[in-house]
C-alpha cells in the first residue's frame, strides 16, 4: 500500500477501471492533454489516446448527453463536469433521461453512467465554484449519489460507480484533493455502494454526516477524547439512496444524534436522515436531533470572513458535539 | 494596547499544515512587525514565521512539535495600538454559565424517550436515579448505569475494575523523547522506503591509493586558493556522476506500471546535523569538475547547518551518494532515498595489507556499498556499475586527472 492523496486515488480508480475493461471512456471539459482542471485524469489521455479521453465543448448537456446515449448502447462512459456548479444544464438528461431509462424501458435497457463533479467550499471559490448540489438529486429514485470522505473510500467506491449497471454521480470534495491523504491499496478493492461506514466507534454522541465534514468531525472527535467526550461517527458515503440500517444502529447506539452537512440547512440531505430517525428511533432518543449544516444563503461568500461564517468548521461541530453530551 | 492573534501562515499553495520546529521567541520578547518568531516545517523545507505586528509576545498558544492547520492560532502578540484590548474569551464563558443556570431548575423531570422506555422495561422509579445530565436531567446512560448498578446488586457480585497500564520500561529511570519535527519526517520516509522497495546489497573494495596521495598532495594549495576544503567525497561524487551516465538504468525510479530513466544526474548528499537529516542535491553532478563539485557540498553543508536549505536545494535528486566514511564505518547498508533506485554508502578509507604480484603492499582501501531496489535492478548491471566506479577511482592519478 501507497499513501496517496485524494485526487490521486480517483485517477487510479479511472486508470484501473479503463487498464480493465476497454469500454470505459472518459468525457469532459479539458480532461484531456490537459489533464483535467484538478489533474484528475492526468496522464490518461496519454495513456489511453485522444479516443477514450475526450476533450467536450463547454456543454454539460452535451457532456452527460453523448455519455447516456453511449452508455445504452454498451459503453461505460465516465462524464466529468469541472464544477458540480455547473451541472445544472445537464439536469434534465440526469434526471429526466439517465435516471429513468431502466423504469421507462421496462427494464430493456439501461444506463451505466458515472458523472464525477467536484463540489465544496472552503476554497475561496466563490459562487460558481463552491456549491453542494447533492440535495437537487436526492428525490430521483433510478439515480444514486456516491460522496466518499477518504483517498480510500475514493477509490473503492469510484470503481464500484464504474462498474454500476445504472447512473451514478459522484461528488468528490475539492478541498479534500490535496488535504486529505492515507494509505490506499493498489488491489482491486471495491467499495459497495449504499452502504455507509462507522468511522469511528463511540458511546456518548452519534454524528452521521458524509464528504468533507467527516473530516472535521473526526478531528473535532479527537479533541474530545480528552474531555472524556466519546464520539461516534457514521460516514454516509452513499446519500441517495441512504443506508436506512446503518442510520437506525448508529442513532440508537447512543441516542444524541448530530447531523452534518456543508450544504444549506433546509432541503438538504440531512433531513431526511433527520426523518428516518425520527420514524425509527424514538423510543432510543435521548436528546433532540440536532442539525450543523450552511445557512440558508443563496450562494457561498468570497470574502473571507464570510465564507468562513457559512462553512461548517471544527469549533462548531466540537461544540455542538459537547452540547449534546452534557445535555 | 491591543491583543492580536499570530496564525498559521499559508505557505504554499497546496500546504495545508505546518509543523512547529522552534520558537525563536519567548513570552515577554519584544518584535518588530516581519521579525522571525517561529521555525515551521512543512514536509522538507523549513519556513520562518514573520511577525504579523510590531509588539511583545504575550502568549505562546502552540508547542515545539505541535503540527498546526493553516490559520490556526500559534500565539498572541500585545501590540501598542488605540484598540481596546479584547478578551472574548471570557464573555463566551460568562454567557455560557448563565444559560445552565436558567436550564438547571425544571431539566430534571423531563425525560426523554429512550428514559421512559427503559424506566418501564425494568420497573424503575425515576426519583431513585440520579442525573448527570444538563440541569440534572437523568440521561440514557445514568438509567442504563443504575440498571447495571442494581443487576450487579442482584448477583452479589463486586465489579472488579482493571485498569491497563502501558508497559513498565526498566527501572523507570530511561528517558521518553517525543517523535516530532524533522525525526518524526525522517522516520515517516524510512519506513515507507522499507515498506515499498524490495532492497538489496552489494559491496565491493577500490584501492584508492593514488587518489589518497594525490589528494593529500594538493589539498593545502587547493584549500587557500578556493577558501573550502578538497574533500574525498567530492572525487567519490564526480565518479559516480560519471558512472551513472553510463549506466541510465541506476540512474531511475519506480513508477507503478514503468521505470524512468532520468535523463538529469542529480545526486542526492547526506547532510547530518545532530537528530536531524537533511538530503540537498547537487544538480547536473555529471557536468561538474571534482572542484565544481566540493564548493557545492561545501554551499549545502553550509545552509544545511544553518538551516537556509530551500526546497529547491532537496528536490529532483537522481540518486543519492551518502558519506558514512565520515562516522568511521566500514560497512553499511543504506536505506533507498525514494523513489530514487539505488543508495551508495562510501565508507572509510583504511590502510590495509593486500597482495599485488604476490607482494604485500600497504594499500588504502574504501568499500563502497550499494542498496538497490530490486524491482528496477538486478546484480548484473549493479555489478558493472560498481566496476565502472571502482575503474575510475583507481585510475585517479597526478598524471591522469585534473580537478
Known sequence: MAEISYIQAINAAMKEEMERDENVFIVGEDVGSKGGVFRATDGLYQTFGEDRVIDAPLAESAIVGVSIGSAMYGMRPIAEIQFADFIMPAINQIVSEAAKIRYRSNNDWNCPITIRAPYGGGISGALYHSQSVEAMFNSHPGLKIVMPSTPYDAKGLLKAAIRDNDPVLFFEHKRAYRLLKEQVPEDDNVIPIGKADVKREGTDVTVITYGLCVHFAKQAANRLEKEGIDVHILDLRTVYPLDQASIIEAAGKTGKVLLITEDNKEGSIIGEVAAIIAEHCLFELDAPIRRLAAPDVPAMPFAQPLENAFMVNEEQIEQAIRELAIF | MAVKEITMPKLGESVTEGTINSWLVNVGDTVKKYDPIAEIMTDKVNAEVPSSYSGVIKEIVRDEGDTVLVGELICYIETESEQEQREPSEAVVEQANVATDDDSKNMRARYSPAVVKLASEHNINLNNVEGTGLGGRITRKDIKQYIQSLQTKDNGKTSVTTSVKPEQTGSGQDKEIAVTGVRKVIAENMVKSKREIPHAWMAVEVDVTNMVSYRNKIKDDFKQREGYSLTYFAFFVHAVARALKEFPEVNSMWADDKIIQRHEVNISIAVAKENELFVPVIKHANE????????????????????????????????TVNNTGTFGSVSSMGIINHPQAAILQVESIVKRPVIINDMFAARD??????????????????????????????????ETTTI
Open chain 2, 365 to 398: 582501501i574504501v568499500s563502497l556499498s550499494l542498496s538497490l531496489d530490486h524491482r528496477i535492478l538486478d546484480g548484473l548491471i549493479c555489478g558493472r556499475f560498481l566496476a565502472r566506479i571502482k575503474e575510475i577511482l583507481e585510475n585517479i592519478n597526478e
Open chain 2, 288 to 319: 561538474k569538475s571534482v572542484t565544481g563539485i566540493a564548493k557545492e557540498i561545501y554551499q549545502l553543508a553550509h545552509k544545511a547547518r544553518n538551516n537556509q536549505l530551500q526546497a529547491e536545494d532537496m528536490e529532483n535528486g537522481t540518486f
